[in-house]
């Protein structure tokens, strides 16, 4: 099993930005899928998922700028982001639970590191 997650990368403050996470060995289908994050310091702390069925939920912190997608056809979770800020800035890591999201953590991918500065 991986979660190969890309598209980070450097950003300045204003701007968006589109991650993936693509899924091997399972079949999303049956699993839900989540973005976490980890600011340098900080604890991990989640920031999007997404149900089976599409139902997604976003941490505070991102409501408004942040949209979770899945293409279970490509075996591929996404997260696009907007109106980025500074404080945005961390390693992104994509998580799969199998069933129920209360599951999120039982695969971890590796994460991308997105920095958002001037």
């Known amino acids: 099993v991986q979660l190969q997650a890309s598209g980070g990368g450097l950003v300045q403050p204003g701007g968006s930005l589109r991650l993936s996470c693509a899924a091997s060995?399972?079949?999303?289908?049956?699993?839900?899928m989540g973005w976490f994050r980890r600011a340098p310091g900080m604890e991990r702390e989640g920031v999007a998922s997404?149900?089976?069925?599409?139902?997604?939920s976003y941490t505070d912190a991102v409501k408004g700028r942040a949209t979770i997608s899945r293409d279970n056809a490509k075996n591929t979770v996404y997260l696009e982001m907007s109106s980025l800020k500074p404080e945005d800035t961390a390693v992104y890591y994509c998580?799969?639970?199998?069933?129920?999201?209360?599951?999120?953590?039982?695969?971890w991918g590796q994460g991308t590191l997105v920095t958002v500065s001037s």
């Open positions: 997404i149900t089976r069925d599409g139902t997604t």
């Open positions: 060995g399972f079949t999303m289908d049956d699993w839900c």
């Open positions: 998580a799969a639970g199998y069933y129920y999201c209360s599951a999120l953590g039982d695969w």
